[in-house]
């Protein structure tokens, strides 16, 4: 079966730091892989998206970075930390050209404050 | 501009019957995801409309209207564990492999 993998749960970090967030993907070849964020209380903003290694779509370009190294690894980077940057980052999955059909699955999410 | 529209906050009792209306407004449009997320935790995929009409599974169906450019989740039998936001989602663009998810809808269940 496939698992998504999303490290850590929680983190806080100052305003200026670097930010590095990694999702993997188990059980599945070629996935389309994803970075949402989501503010309190609000919907899912989409940062990037990606279709396969070193392929990747920006939406919200800002401060943030995204980048597939492997298959199946996906990581949010950021070289200086934002205040606006807090929120609850999460990966997602779901299998090629499938619009939606079959879902996306979702990591349990970091829960990012900038301070 | 491309957007999906849901009511912000829905509140009914345990036992009753709820519908979540989202309404959408998009060049491409592929078919009407719904999703489900508790407090805290990450959304889980409900259901997927592709074409018009019901969709039922268990207590939840989704229906989908392509005319009216509108869809709805339709909770039965409420439960306490229904309290949670819902979603609808599309990619909202013939060229695009993402999902743009709407604002989402607040449902609170009372006993």
């Known amino acids: 079966s496939q698992t998504i993998h999303q490290w850590p749960a929680t983190l806080v970090q100052p305003v200026g730091s670097p930010l590095s967030l990694e999702c993997t993907v188990e059980?599945?070849?070629?996935?389309?892989l994803y970075w949402y964020r989501q503010a309190a209380g609000r919907g899912l903003q989409l940062l990037f998206y990606?279709?396969?290694?070193?392929?990747i779509s920006s939406e919200v370009p800002q401060n943030l970075s995204a980048s597939r190294p492997q298959d199946r690894q996906f990581i949010l980077s950021s070289k200086k930390l934002l205040l606006s940057d807090s929120g609850f980052y999460l990966c997602?999955?779901?299998?090629?050209?499938?619009?939606?059909?079959?879902?996306?699955?979702f990591g349990s999410g970091t829960r990012l404050t900038v301070v | 501009g491309q957007s999906l529209e849901q009511p912000s906050e829905v509140t009914a009792v345990e036992g009753a019957i709820v519908q979540i209306n989202c309404t959408y407004q998009?060049?491409?449009?592929?078919?009407l995801s719904w999703y489900q997320q508790h407090d805290g935790g990450a959304p889980t995929f409900l259901s997927y409309?592709?074409?018009?009409g019901l969709e039922e599974t268990g207590r939840f169906s989704s229906f989908l209207s392509r005319s009216d450019s509108y869809g709805y989740l339709l909770l039965q039998e409420l439960q306490m564990k229904d309290s949670a936001s819902y979603f609808c989602?599309?990619?909202?663009?013939?060229?695009?492999?993402?999902?743009?998810f709407g604002s989402g809808t607040r449902l609170q269940v009372q006993p």
């Open positions: 997602a999955w779901t299998l090629p050209d499938s619009k939606g059909l079959y879902g996306y699955t």
């Open positions: 059980g599945t070849s070629n996935p389309n």
């Open positions: 990606s279709v396969g290694i070193g392929q």
């Open positions: 998009t060049s491409g449009f592929y078919g």
């Open positions: 409309n592709a074409l018009d």
């Open positions: 989602a599309d990619p909202l663009d013939t060229g695009r492999r993402a999902l743009t």
